[in-house]
């Protein structure tokens, strides 16, 4: 079955980087979108940024825009997620996920265990 495994998380100041990997295992992904998404306490699940595996065409969030740069690697079957100039406010439990080309958590029928990533200001 297929399986996405997230790393990279951390606990980083306001203004460092961090980059997140998905790591993605037991399926054919290549009509599949990837997309991460994150979640902070008390919040809903939102979008961040997704790729579709095939051609690489990207979305990104309003929040993340000009950031954040969403890249596949197609020979290690791993999605990225560059963060960049980070702020408190992208404290969240980051997601990725594989399903149909949206930017809809219900587009998404394939979910990692997140990995946390903490900002301090």
């Known amino acids: 079955q297929v399986q996405l495994v997230e790393s990279g998380g951390g606990l980083v100041q306001a203004g460092d980087s961090l980059r997140l990997s998905c790591l993605a295992s037991?399926?054919?992904?290549?009509?599949?979108?990837m997309g991460w998404f994150r979640q902070s306490p008390g919040k809903e699940r939102e979008f961040v940024a997704r790729?579709?595996?095939?051609?690489?065409?990207?979305r990104y969030a309003e929040s993340v825009k000009g950031r954040f740069t969403i890249s596949r690697d197609s020979a290690k079957n791993t999605v990225y997620l560059q963060m960049n100039s980070l702020k408190p406010e992208d404290t969240a439990v980051y997601y990725c996920?594989?399903?149909?080309?949206?930017?809809?958590?219900?587009?998404?029928?394939?979910w990692g265990q997140g990995t946390q990533v903490t900002v301090s200001s």
């Open positions: 996920a594989a399903g149909m080309v949206s930017t809809s958590l219900q587009a998404y029928n394939h």
């Open positions: 037991g399926g054919t992904f290549t009509s599949y979108a």
């Open positions: 790729i579709t595996w095939s051609g690489g065409s990207t």
